[in-house]
């Protein structure tokens, strides 16, 4: 069964500070993968996209990592901001389901002053 | 901004009603997805459009339908509604051949009293 499950659940942690996410995945014949941030009620936006061939890709703060072999992706969050409280979601797509994307349940971040 | 809008912002009803939530792709997009998103829980995908066209459909239930018109929007309906349909119900839209590159419409929050 396809799965994505990432860890951990949810996280603290103050201003300034670094961070990292995990993302495993049972998703196969592997696609790409997504992070997306998702603030509070609002919809999830794109951070990073990575094919079978990318293993690392960044944007500003935000740096992702994918080991296709360990079926292991990473997100990285450099000096956190407040702004950095959220969502972050997860989302593989396989090349043989019409593109569906599995969803992980989410990291919730917590950014304290 | 996405690019992706939905309306109304918010909606609260009765149970046993029927209501229907509106989306308009990002220009260009022929492609539309519908997601549902309960509290505390992770993306559910609904069902998919393409080109007016019914493509994939997911966890959907019998109570609800959707369709995409010929200039592209989106309609989803939900009948006889319970209070476990109360949820944030997500709209994304992605160019052809690009269902892995969704992109989220702010949401419709969905309250069922």
């Known amino acids: 069964k396809n799965q994505v499950e990432q860890s951990p659940q949810s996280l603290i942690i103050l201003e300034g500070k670094n961070c990292t996410l995990q993302?495993?995945?049972?998703?196969?014949?592997?696609?790409?993968l997504r992070w997306y941030k998702q603030d509070t009620g609002r919809g999830p936006v794109s951070l990073t996209i990575?094919?079978?061939?990318?293993n690392t890709k960044s944007n500003g703060r935000y740096t992702a990592t994918l080991d296709a072999d360990t079926k292991q992706s990473s997100l990285h969050i450099t000096a956190s901001q407040l702004s950095d409280s959220a969502s972050y979601i997860c989302?593989?797509?396989?090349?043989?389901?019409?593109?569906?994307?599995?969803f992980g349940q989410g990291t919730e971040l917590s950014v304290k002053p | 901004d996405s690019g992706v809008t939905q309306t109304p912002k918010h909606l609260i009803t009765a149970t046993g009603q029927r209501v229907t939530l509106r989306c308009s792709p990002r220009?260009?997009?022929?492609?539309v997805y519908w997601y549902q998103q309960s509290l505390d829980q992770g993306l559910q995908f609904l069902i998919q459009?393409?080109?007016?066209?019914?493509?994939a459909k997911g966890n959907i239930l019998e109570r609800f339908s959707a369709q995409q018109f010929p200039d592209l929007h989106s309609e989803l309906n939900l009948s006889s509604l319970e209070l476990g349909d109360s949820a944030l119900y997500f709209c994304?839209?992605?160019?052809?051949?690009?269902?892995?590159?969704?992109?989220f419409g702010p949401g419709t929050r969905l309250t069922v009293t």
């Open positions: 994304a839209s992605s160019a052809a051949g690009r269902t892995y590159e969704q992109y």
């Open positions: 993302c495993n995945y049972t998703v196969s014949p592997f696609s790409n």
């Open positions: 990575m094919t079978f061939s990318e």
């Open positions: 989302v593989v797509s396989a090349t043989n389901q019409g593109g569906k994307l599995i």
């Open positions: 220009s260009g997009d022929l492609s």
């Open positions: 459009y393409y080109n007016g066209e019914e493509r």
